[in-house]
């Protein structure tokens, strides 16, 4: 039976907001997937922090941690996002570039 696991991810979806307590955990699971690996914020409190972003225990997005590739902004973000963010990325994969998406 197969289990999952961050070793056989190829994409790192991080849909909250990023707080001290998170942090280790996240680079864990980032470090243990094998390149190429591609990370996606989903939500403005993937993307910035948003209403937390001044909180003493709130990093300022996901990219204050690891290199992100795709932003998708919303709160929520809409499904069209979703599904527009990911074939951003998945075109981003076929060409073999390696830089944001949305520009951030």
């Given at each position: 039976?197969?289990?999952?696991?961050?070793?056989?991810?190829?994409?790192?979806?991080?849909?909250?907001?990023?707080?001290?307590?998170?942090?280790?955990?996240?680079?864990?699971?980032?470090?243990?997937?094998?390149?190429?690996?591609?990370?996606?914020?989903?939500?403005?409190?993937?993307?910035?922090g948003?209403?937390?972003?001044?909180?003493?225990?709130?990093?300022?997005?996901?990219?204050?941690?690891?290199?992100?590739?795709?932003?998708?902004?919303?709160?929520?973000?809409?499904?069209?996002?979703?599904?527009d963010?990911?074939?951003?990325?998945?075109?981003?994969?076929?060409?073999?570039?390696?830089?944001?998406?949305?520009?951030?």
């Amino acid at each position: 039976m197969l289990k999952g696991s961050p070793r056989h991810a190829d994409i790192l979806a991080v849909t909250g907001p990023i707080t001290l307590q998170v942090r280790k955990r996240l680079l864990r699971v980032y470090e243990q997937m094998p390149e190429p690996k591609y990370v996606i914020a989903v939500g403005t409190c993937a993307c910035s922090g948003a209403p937390f972003k001044d909180c003493y225990n709130v990093y300022s997005g996901v990219d204050a941690v690891i290199p992100v590739d795709v932003y998708i902004p919303g709160c929520p973000p809409k499904p069209e996002a979703i599904i527009d963010g990911i074939a951003k990325l998945l075109e981003k994969i076929r060409g073999g570039e390696k830089s944001n998406v949305f520009g951030k």
